[in-house]
């Protein structure tokens, strides 16, 4: 069963930047996409960022040319690069392969 872990959420000002970590393990990451989610508090969770196995990838409209998902397949790791943070990015932000969920990391962004 493949366990997910995020780490590197935090406070930061706007216009700061943070980079979220999410180690997998219990199995390889290798041949499967994988995807960043977040959710703000009332809001239903939504898709950030994903990337495929090979490493195409796609990103929510509003994080274009901000965030950047990428991954480590040696370290069965999967990033997210955020710059630019806006107080809208506040949210839990949660790691995702098919079937999986890790448990979220906070990111709040104060104004």
């Known amino acids: 069963q493949v366990q997910l872990v995020e780490s590197g959420g935090g406070l930061v000002q706007a216009g700061g930047s943070l980079r979220l970590s999410c180690a997998a393990s219990?199995?390889?990451?290798?041949?499967?996409?994988m995807g960043w989610f977040r959710q703000a508090p009332g809001n239903e969770r939504e898709l950030v960022a994903t990337?495929?196995?090979?490493?195409?990838?796609n990103y929510a409209d509003d994080v274009k040319g901000r965030f950047t998902i990428s991954r480590d397949n040696g370290k069965n790791t999967v990033y997210l690069q955020m710059n630019s943070l806006k107080p809208s990015d506040t949210a839990v932000y949660y790691c995702?392969?098919?079937?999986?969920w890790g448990q979220g990391t906070q990111v709040t962004v104060s104004s």
């Open positions: 995702y392969v098919p079937a999986y």
């Open positions: 990337i495929s196995s090979g490493g195409s990838t």
């Open positions: 219990g199995g390889t990451i290798s041949y499967y996409h």
